[in-house]
């Protein structure tokens, strides 16, 4: 069987390449394959009255613009193939399902991906299962030339190397080598040929090490890891959209967005991903994780997302800015039940117009949350968020932006964290924030408030509405944006604090009086004391 294989793809990738150069006049002549490992007959003609059992047919046979492999559904197919084909826009080549019942299986017990899809365009994948429980899923790379136009939708990815690893995945050697769902090129790359217009939709991706991991060509020698920053010189993959993917249950990382100009990842779901905590015998961290994350991408969003449950003791946040990331954003992100909610690492001189709003932070409070590290955010703009339980908020290394109407609600004993000599002379804008059950920082003693925001409360993220009556609407900075509607869904309405941007919800403003207040900021005097107290006799 492994042989056939490997002669059929042989002979696919020497016919592919013929089929693409010849001229427009001698166009192949599209057809459609059908696979049925159940009643299929591989002395058939590979037709749907009359289908092959397995691939092995498909030695006499040539992939080209057009064509449609269709597998039954119901069946189980044992599949590792390398194609180097193309479609058109017009006429992609499609691989598929066809028939009733559950996704056709597409499964490889070899260390090697399902599919390779090599120096390929304008091919469609959908209705498709696939696993490799010692291998990878789809390694979409690019050695001679330009990718484009290739789609993947509504397949189900799951049973890839699921398990705890001591270290982050090799990301250089393909889907395989790093335990990936899908893989576009590596880091470092191979070639200087960006993959564009990737468009992956409807996926479902559990029990594996990684979901999607795209990186990208940084420069001429390939190496990301420059010691200076003249070195850089990406060539970025174009038109990258995931939409409505569901990622759950990974030892490691749902989406890494890296290498990108222009990508968009909406309306995807991660839940328990990054379960690997990194710690060693003595609880040091010896490897960083995060859901998902920019890595040296330009104006690309992550919106409309929902990121819990990340264990990763060293990252496992849900807002990470990486490695020469600009003009890039997250909003609209639903982060709840995570190590932390930002942690934004910049390298040579700095990140620049990174944005932050319109978020809803929930529990993130294991550790602690940093605007940024290393040689920091520059036009840095953070608004409109609410975080609430969060861990202790450190804002440094944040400079010429804006840090305005965000409500920040950390866990007893926690603290909003600011080095006074990075606030000032560092051009941002600190105004018309809410803090409680913390002290409000002293540069904003004048512009913000300390104060009940007033939720609607409930069960549901709608808790964090905001009530008629709440001194924090109609209470925000005006600030301009493209923006229509809020976090929730409203339409924006009012300049509040906070991610709501509606005029008021129904329910009763439980407003705090003076003793209450003074109780208050006693009592968290006392837990942040005792809080720095325990930290000292343990580190000493």
């Not at 017009?90 to 070899?110: A, D, F, Q, W």
């Not at 990301?171 to 790359?189: D, E, F, Q, T, Y």
């Not at 934004?344 to 929930?362: D, E, I, K, M, P």
Request: net charge negative; aromatic share 12%; hydrophobic share 35%.
């Amino acid at each position: 069987m492994r042989k056939l294989i490997s002669v059929f793809m042989t002979v696919v990738m020497v016919f592919s390449v013929f089929a693409f150069s010849i001229p427009e006049v001698f166009a192949h002549t599209a057809r459609e394959y059908y696979i049925d490992s159940v009643a299929g007959d591989n002395s058939g003609d590979g037709t749907v009255n009359d289908p092959w059992k397995t691939i092995d047919p498909f030695v006499n046979h040539e992939i080209g613009v057009g064509d449609k492999i269709l597998f039954k559904c119901g069946g189980t197919y044992e599949f590792a193939a390398t194609l180097t084909v193309s479609g058109t826009k017009e006429n992609p080549i499609v691989i598929s399902s066809y028939g009733e019942g559950e996704k056709p299986h597409l499964t490889t017990k070899e260390k090697k991906e399902v599919l390779q899809l090599i120096d390929c365009s304008y091919i469609t994948i959908s209705n498709l299962e696939i696993t490799a429980p010692n291998g990878g899923g789809i390694w979409i790379d690019t050695l001679n030339q330009t990718s484009y136009g290739i789609t993947i939708d509504n397949v189900e990815f799951h049973d890839i190397q699921n398990y705890h690893l001591p270290a982050r995945d090799n990301a250089s050697a393909g889907a395989a080598a790093a335990r990936a769902c899908i893989m576009v090129k590596g880091l470092p790359a191979r070639s200087r040929y960006a993959v564009n217009d990737l468009t992956i939709t409807n996926c479902e991706m559990y029990d594996c090490g990684n979901g999607i991991n795209v990186w990208g060509s940084w420069n001429d020698s390939q190496t990301p890891w420059c010691e200076t920053e003249e070195e850089i010189d990406p060539v970025y993959n174009t038109g990258l959209l995931v939409k409505e993917c569901y990622f759950h249950d990974m030892d490691s990382e749902a989406i890494v967005v890296g290498m990108c100009d222009g990508a968009l990842v909406t309306h995807c779901r991660s839940i328990n991903c990054c379960q690997g905590s990194g710690v060693d015998e003595n609880g040091e961290p010896t490897y960083f994780t995060a859901a998902m994350w920019f890595w040296g991408s330009e104006n690309s969003t992550i919106q409309y997302c929902e990121i819990a449950g990340q264990k990763n003791f060293g990252d496992g946040m849900s807002i990470d800015f990486d490695s020469h990331t600009n003009n890039c954003t997250y909003q609209y992100i639903y982060s709840h039940d995570n190590m932390r909610f930002m942690c934004n690492n910049a390298n040579y001189s700095g990140q620049h117009n990174n944005t932050v709003r319109y978020c809803l932070s929930v529990n993130d409070g294991a550790g602690r949350s940093k605007t940024s590290s290393g040689a920091g955010e520059y036009g840095f703009k953070f608004y409109n968020n609410t975080i609430v339980g969060c861990g202790e908020f450190q804002v440094t290394d944040i400079y010429d932006g804006i840090f305005a109407n965000n409500i920040i609600i950390p866990k007893d004993g926690e603290k909003i964290y600011f080095e006074l000599d990075d606030i000032i002379g560092s051009g941002m804008k600190f105004s018309n924030n809410c803090y409680y059950n913390c002290p409000t920082p002293i540069y904003e003693k004048l512009s913000s408030k300390n104060t009940v925001p007033g939720f609607v409360g409930g069960d549901e993220y709608f808790a964090y509405e905001l009530v008629l009556g709440s001194p924090l609407v109609g209470k925000g900075l005006e600030i301009e944006d493209d923006l229509t509607t809020d976090f929730f869904g409203n339409e924006i309405t009012s300049n509040n604090i906070g991610c709501y941007g509606g005029d008021g919800e129904n329910g009763e403003y439980d407003r705090e009086w003076l003793f209450e207040k003074i109780f208050r900021i006693f009592r968290q005097f006392f837990n942040i004391l005792k809080r720095e107290i325990i930290y000292t006799i343990n580190n000493n």
